[in-house]
């Protein structure tokens, strides 16, 4: 016995010391790095020929270091928190508008209904020149932000230059509140539908507020919209959960490195409705708090999935405070749904060294619902009824995240001074057409990365000299690309319609006006109300 307690006592010696000399050699390296960093910063700033911003090349570091981590580890400056409260909050003092930072030029994109930039005449395409005689052209985005937003009740003088004319405007900022359900109404044959765009402080009673006055209407049967829902708060989404499950289940489990950061999320108020038939839309730019949504009612078999793969982001962030009012958010840990399932897509932490980040696990990994029924993890949550449309392609991608449809939509609100109703207005083919004619006369507002490096070709070509007998052939070629170019675009028509459709009827009837027009012409929600209304096919998905 003598032997064997020995025997132990020196493993239990062994491993303090093994831990003890670990977290030494980790505390060093730390210290030696910041070391470094501390001294190449204090000799960059003294000897560097050019005067340097030491808060801008700070936040440039850092930043590059938290997003070599994962795209949600974030540094924020003194700005940055404020930034994050509004997110978090929904509310703020300002004019009430969705700008749009880029090349120096800060430009309208959305107006909020009845807020005060609204009441002072600016609109979406407009540009900000100078705020209080500040030049914007002198700012960065953040510091932009800044100078737009204020205290309610105070004056805020604007320079802004809309169709190659500048004007004067004078807005007084309110406290703008943003509401996360934009839109819910009653469709077809007793259906309520309700959209709501993020999981702020105040998305779950907005949600049961929309809910109960749609049962007042006589809502028998519900749609819930999380499509481009990117998520937010954690408690949120199972306060939202909660609405229609039993007190006292589990919603979702977090599991961190930190074990005090490990938690069991239940919940905890008696639910408003067990019976009523819901069917939830999901689509790939549906994220976290949505997933957490989807998945947990998915479980518990309480609710139809409808639409696309969501986007599979199954990390939780948490706010850390740091020093001189800044912080970080930060990666503490994962969630799984009541089955089990992550539904992580991406492992960040194996990111190869060009930048490629392998995924977590396959879909074809199984879970079991409340029912019985099998459902998937990784990748996302996977619809109970998939809505397949066509594959992206690359080209259209571009399209997407182009300035054309924004820069069309202006010029046709411009042209246009009226439209049809959003239940009413559909853009047609001859529209389709006029906007494929708009990308060939302003080719820079849409360029491929073929046209580019085709581009660049010619330009290097013509610094050598080379290019005497290649302009005839790269005028053909160009005009070949294009035409592809538009082939390519025809294959995603419908969904180029749609956003287009969007764009347009903001302009004249702000974000309610979008939902009003999908809940006509959507096949999503057709899909939905489809299943709805037919009792049998809805209890055969959910597994009863």
């Known amino acids: 016995m003598g032997k064997i307690k020995k025997w132990t006592i020196g493993v239990f010696v062994g491993l303090a010391l093994l831990v003890t000399t670990a977290f030494q050699s980790d505390f060093f390296e730390i210290a ?3 070391d470094i960093y501390t001294t190449l910063f204090k000799e960059l700033n003294m000897y560097y020929i050019d005067a340097v911003n030491p808060a801008k090349l700070s936040n440039k570091a850092i930043s590059s270091m938290l997003e070599s981590l994962d795209p949600y580890t974030r540094y924020y400056d003194e700005q940055g928190v404020e930034d994050a409260r509004i997110a978090a909050t929904g509310e703020y003092g300002g004019i009430g508008v969705v700008t749009r930072y880029k090349n120096n030029n800060l430009t309208i994109r959305e107006l909020l209904k009845n807020s005060p930039a609204e009441k002072a005449g600016i609109k979406p395409g407009d540009k900000i020149l100078k705020i209080n005689d500040v030049e914007v052209r002198d700012f960065d985005e953040s510091g932009v932000a800044a100078l737009l937003n204020g205290l ?30 934009p839109h819910y109404t009653m469709l077809a044959n007793e259906v309520g539908y309700i959209s709501f765009t993020t999981f ?3 998305a779950s009673s907005e949600v049961k507020k929309a809910f109960l006055d749609l049962k007042e209407q006589g809502m028998k049967k519900l749609i819930i919209d999380v499509r481009g829902n990117p998520g937010g708060l954690l408690n949120e989404a199972v306060s939202i959960a909660n609405f229609f499950i039993p007190k006292d289940k ?55 999935i409808i639409g696309e793969r969501s986007f599979g982001k199954g990390l939780v962030q948490r706010y850390l405070p740091l020093s001189y ?35 977590f696990t396959k879909s074809t990994e199984t879970y079991k619902t409340e029912k019985g029924r099998t459902v998937y993890g990784g990748g996302g949550i996977f619809p109970d009824v998939e809505i397949e449309k066509p594959t992206t392609t690359k080209t259209t991608e571009t399209l997407l995240n182009s300035d054309a449809f924004f820069n069309f939509a202006t010029q046709y609100f411009y042209e246009n001074p009226t439209i049809a109703e959003p239940s009413k207005f559909k853009f047609v083919d001859a529209d389709y057409a006029s906007f494929k004619s708009y990308l060939g006369k302003n080719q820079a507002a849409f360029e491929t990365k073929t046209e580019a490096e085709f581009k660049k070709a010619l330009e290097t070509a013509s610094a050598e000299k080379l290019n005497g007998g290649l302009l005839k052939g790269y005028a053909e070629i160009f005009s070949a690309i294009q035409t592809e170019k538009f082939k390519e675009l025809d294959k995603n028509k419908e969904e180029i ?3 287009l459709s969007e764009e347009i009827i903001k302009r004249y009837y702000y974000a309610e006006g979008v939902y009003q027009q999908k809940a006509i012409f959507d096949r999503v929600i057709l899909k939905a109300v489809e299943i709805l209304n037919n009792e049998k096919e809805y209890q055969k998905i959910i597994g009863q």
Do not use: H
């Open 32 to 34: 030696k790095q910041i």
């Open 152 to 181: 309610p009740n105070t004056k805020v003088n604007l320079q802004i230059e809309r169709q190659n004319k500048k004007m004067e405007l004078s807005v007084v900022r309110e406290k703008i509140t943003v509401n996360p359900v």
């Open 200 to 202: 702020n402080e105040k």
């Open 497 to 499: 319609i749609n956003n």
């Open 250 to 304: 589990i919603v979702v489990t977090t599991k961190a490195k930190i074990e005090k950061w490990s938690d069991t999320f239940k919940t905890l108020q008696a639910p408003m409705d067990l019976e009523i038939p819901i069917a939830i839309l999901i689509n790939n730019r549906s994220a976290s708090a949505s997933e957490i949504l989807a998945g947990s009612l998915q479980d518990y078999d309480r609710a139809v």
């Open 325 to 359: 009012g800044t912080q970080m958010k930060i990666t503490i840990s994962k969630y799984y749904t009541p089955s089990g399932r992550c539904i992580q897509e991406l492992d960040y932490t194996n990111t190869d060294e060009k930048g490629n980040v392998p995924k």
